[in-house]
Structures are given as structure tokens and as C-alpha cells.
């Protein structure tokens, strides 16, 4: 069984079919890629995988399970995690204590828990910080966890992006264009970053515009163009595809 099964899916707005019954699945452990020319359903496709969109018709699995129709933090809780195009980071706090700040959140229904002020409440604040400060480390962010998130370089802002993400302890990992307006040297982390990511076991389905990242990192990749699948394969297959090549000179 595969980790992720999307099946048929379909999104309709109005007249518009932004995402035109596509399938595929992906396995435990892979960084799989969706790309497409801009307007082509990606992030539509990624908002029905995370249910914060409710297919027209279709469904998508998880480890075996409907999501469809799950409210997304239940679709969260199962450990399918997404990041958004805009991260919203709490600007006037360090990288660190963002990050301690959304696992608090996940943990519990209010930002410090039922037990604040407890001696409980304080070893888990301290558990808390150091899964926080690993969470950085591994992300290769360490050296600026004590930086306010308001200067940080897009880059980093980025990456601490994927750090709140990560706090919720997914196990499908979804990044929405976590390349997109980066510099070369920043795409470069980045895509060490999500390698870093699926070295721990977690799955990482990426939906990304920059055909020439995702072509290093993936191990496989779907292609969607005008909401449909075009093609899916391995990098070296897709480069050599004459249907994906059209999709993007016709850009
Ligand atoms: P991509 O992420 O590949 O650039 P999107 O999934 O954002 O593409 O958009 C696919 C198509 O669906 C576009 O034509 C877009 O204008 C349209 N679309 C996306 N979201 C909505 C919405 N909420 N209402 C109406 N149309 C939408
Ligand atoms: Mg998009």
C-alpha cells in the first residue's frame, strides 16, 4: 500500500476545472514532485490532498484512510502537514521561539496548554525547546534560532517555514513552491533542507514551478498541465519527455 493515494480527483470553480481527474500515489519515504506550468492546479491540488478544499469529484488517501471530507487539522493529525505559500511567522519572536510556539500549539487547544504554570508545564517547556532547537539544528538553522524572525532573509524565513511544519511531527510532508523567489545559494539549502527531511523518514511531496530543483531532489514526478496529468516518472524520464517539454516551451 502506498503512503499517499490520490485517485481521480477533480476541482471544479465555477466553469473552470482547475484540477481534471488526476491520479497517482506516492510511496512512504519518497520525495515526490508535482510540477506544471503556472495556473496548472498545483496548489489547488495540494489544497484538496490537505482537505482545506473539498474535491468535485475523486478522493485521496492517506496510509490507507479517506481524507477527503476530513476537517484539515484532522487530515493534520493523521501527519499529512503543509506549509503555505505566505508562512505566517509571529514576526517579533526568535526563529526558536516560533518553532516552541507551534509545537505548543499542536500539542495542546491553546497556545501554552492546560497545565501552564505547573511543574509539569515547565518540564514540558524544556522538552519542548530542545525538540524545537533539533528541529533548527537539522534544518541547518541553527545559528540563527535566537534571530527575530522579522530579519531574517527570505531564505531563512522560508526554511523557518518548514520548521513549523515540521513541529507538527508529519509524516507527509507538503511544501507549496518552498523555492519560489529564492536565490540560487537559497535553493541550494533549501533543497538540502527537504533531503535533510526525508533522511528522518518523512515523505515529502512537493509542489514546485522550478523544474530544474525538482529534477535534482525527486524520485519521481507527476506533471500537470491545464489541471490534467501529462506525465509521471523519474527525473530522467520526464526530462526526455516530449509532452512535458511542449507544456513548457508553450509557457
Ligand atoms: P498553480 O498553483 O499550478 O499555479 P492553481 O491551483 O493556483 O495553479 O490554479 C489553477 C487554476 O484554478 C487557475 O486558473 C486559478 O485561477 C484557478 N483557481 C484557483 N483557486 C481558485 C478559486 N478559489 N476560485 C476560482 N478559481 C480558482
Ligand atoms: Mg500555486
Redesign the pocket.
Known amino acids: 500500500m502506498s503512503l499517499l493515494e490520490v485517485e481521480g480527483l477533480t476541482?471544479q470553480?465555477?466553469g473552470?476545472t482547475?484540477?481534471n481527474d488526476v491520479s497517482f500515489v506516492v510511496e512512504q519515504g519518497q520525495i515526490c514532485s508535482v510540477i506544471?506550468?503556472?495556473?496548472?492546479?498545483?496548489?489547488?491540488?495540494?489544497?484538496l490532498i490537505s482537505s482545506f478544499?473539498a474535491p468535485t469529484a475523486g478522493r485521496v488517501r492517506f496510509d490507507g484512510r479517506q481524507v477527503s471530507g476530513l476537517k484539515p487539522h484532522r487530515v493534520a493529525r493523521m501527519g499529512v502537514v503543509r506549509t503555505f505559500q505566505e508562512t505566517t511567522v509571529f514576526k517579533e519572536m526568535t526563529a526558536l521561539e516560533n518553532v516552541v510556539v507551534a509545537h505548543q500549539l499542536g500539542l495542546t487547544a491553546g497556545p501554552f496548554g492546560i497545565f501552564a504554570g505547573s511543574r509539569r508545564a515547565r518540564a514540558d517547556t524544556l522538552r519542548i525547546r530542545d525538540s524545537a532547537a533539533e528541529i533548527l539544528d537539522y534544518l541547518g538553522l541553527g545559528h540563527v534560532k535566537d534571530e527575530t524572525a522579522v530579519n531574517l532573509p527570505h531564505g531563512y524565513l522560508r526554511g523557518l517555514g518548514i520548521a513549523i511544519a515540521m513541529a507538527a511531527r508529519p509524516r507527509l510532508l507538503l511544501l507549496?513552491?518552498p523555492f519560489a523567489g529564492m536565490n540560487p545559494d537559497e535553493t541550494d539549502r533549501a533543497m538540502e533542507m527537504v533531503q535533510g527531511i526525508r533522511a528522518r523518514g518523512i515523505t515529502v511531496l512537493l509542489?514546485e514551478?522550478d523544474m530544474r530543483a525538482v529534477m535534482r531532489i525527486s524520485d519521481w514526478i507527476v506533471v500537470?498541465s491545464f489541471?490534467s496529468k501529462i506525465a509521471e516518472g523519474k527525473p530522467e524520464a520526464i526530462r526526455a519527455d516530449e509532452a512535458v517539454i511542449a507544456a513548457y516551451l508553450g509557457e
Open positions: 476541482k470553480f465555477g473552470l482547475a484540477v506544471g506550468p503556472n495556473g496548472a492546479g498545483k496548489s489547488t491540488l495540494f489544497k478544499l507549496d513552491e509542489v514551478h500537470i489541471g
